[in-house]
């Protein structure tokens, strides 16, 4: 006799202490799956995170995410990540700054630590898949083999920090939110309506090892001070700074060089370079790319096996925009149909064919339309 009753998992619940992973491990286990919740300690000393964190890691969140696996009626630990956390995204975050790249943490917590490390361990226990409350969708075909698509809302879209996920990692993730076309503030009634007072809590924002968001100061008190120039196009010196890690390409606001463009037009970052400690500044059309070359790229299943025709998306919240791309040589090539601004060594690119997540990258260098002189 056969059933089509679905499978009854082992799950283990990562739970931030947010009201998304709530939901999510509460979705597992009303599905039927036996679910135990986790919450990982990343910080090293979370205790020195005031109360309002902007972040996920203070000693709040994890009380938080106490108390909705109780609600919820699930066992909950809490696993100290915090060494890994430090080497694998904290180490990693200072060491792209300072090479003048600009890094997602994000994207590497997602790779590094919870579908590496927190995902390996939850195998070697005996546990079937890990569950998150990331908006994205796992999508299984008859022959096994699984593939990574946008969320159902796209408002809410999350899959370009999983695009680093591999297709073994997809075979053991749960992501319970993806395929629910609701509004944040549904899922915020959802969890009302469950018992779960984080309901109301705040979103976390920004880089959850950055408590008060000042991305600048908190590099600078590990990498100090460096007053370098600030030079335009031609080389000409129009200002200084206290250390080209404070700059991201594309950016216009701060950058202190008082006089005004011959032309009276904006300046923006064109450059970082840490090698002479010098920030380059230009006009917005010398920021226009047409292609790039990233590195170490993971694939979402097969890897690509010639040019294709794809959309990228080139940041967290940003739009798609048409490209191919190719793999070559253990690199990946993406030519852009139309330039696009604002683009950083040390980003990823997420490739989509269509809501299919086909894999990620790490920007190494660009080509600009109009190159810096």
């Not at 994890?62 to 890994?84: K, N, T």
């Not at 591999?166 to 009634?189: N, S, Y």
């Not at 920030?279 to 170490?296: C, K, M």
């Amino acid at each position: 006799m056969t059933t089509d009753a679905p499978r009854r998992l082992r799950v283990l619940a990562a739970m931030s202490g947010g009201v998304d992973s709530a939901v999510a491990a509460a979705r597992a286990a009303e599905a039927g799956h036996d679910v135990t919740g986790v919450h990982l300690a990343l910080s090293e000393n979370p205790k020195s995170f005031r109360t309002g964190a902007r972040g996920c890691c203070t000693i709040e969140d994890s009380h938080d995410a106490r108390r909705a696996a109780d609600v919820i009626g699930i066992p909950f630990y809490v696993w100290d990540l915090a060494e890994r956390f430090r080497e694998d995204v904290v180490e990693d975050f200072f060491a792209e700054y300072e090479a003048g790249r600009t890094p997602n943490p994000c994207l590497r917590c997602n790779e590094k630590i919870k579908f590496a490390a927190l995902l390996d361990k939850a195998l070697a226990l005996g546990f079937d898949a890990v569950c998150t409350g990331h908006y994205a969708t796992v999508v299984e075909h008859p022959d096994g083999s699984r593939e990574l698509h946008r969320a159902s809302d796209m408002a809410k879209d999350q899959s370009y920090v999983l695009g680093v996920l591999d297709e073994k990692q997809l075979a053991h993730a749960m992501f319970p939110l993806g395929d629910t076309l609701t509004t944040k503030a549904e899922i915020r009634e959802e969890a009302a309506r469950r018992g779960l007072f984080v309901a109301k809590k705040p979103d976390s924002h920004d880089i959850c090892f950055i408590a008060d968001g000042d991305t600048q100061a908190f590099l600078a008190k590990r990498l100090g001070t460096a007053e370098g120039d600030i030079v335009d196009e031609s080389g000409t010196k129009l200002g200084t700074h206290e250390g080209a890690y404070g700059y991201t390409i594309g950016q216009r606001k701060g950058l202190r060089i008082g006089t005004p463009a011959p032309d009276g037009k904006p300046r923006y970052v064109l450059d970082i370079s840490p090698v002479d400690n010098t920030v380059t500044v230009g006009p917005a059309e010398s920021l226009d790319v047409t292609a790039l070359t990233a590195v170490r790229p993971r694939w979402c299943g097969a890897a690509p096996s010639g040019p294709g025709t794809y959309t990228a998306q080139l940041r967290a919240h940003g739009g798609e925009t048409e490209v191919t791309a190719e793999p070559v040589g253990g690199e990946l090539r993406v030519t852009f149909t139309e330039p696009v601004r604002g683009v950083a060594p040390g980003q990823a690119v997420v490739l989509y064919d269509g809501t299919r997540v086909v894999g990620s990258a790490t920007i190494a260098t660009t080509d600009r339309a109009r190159a810096a002189v």
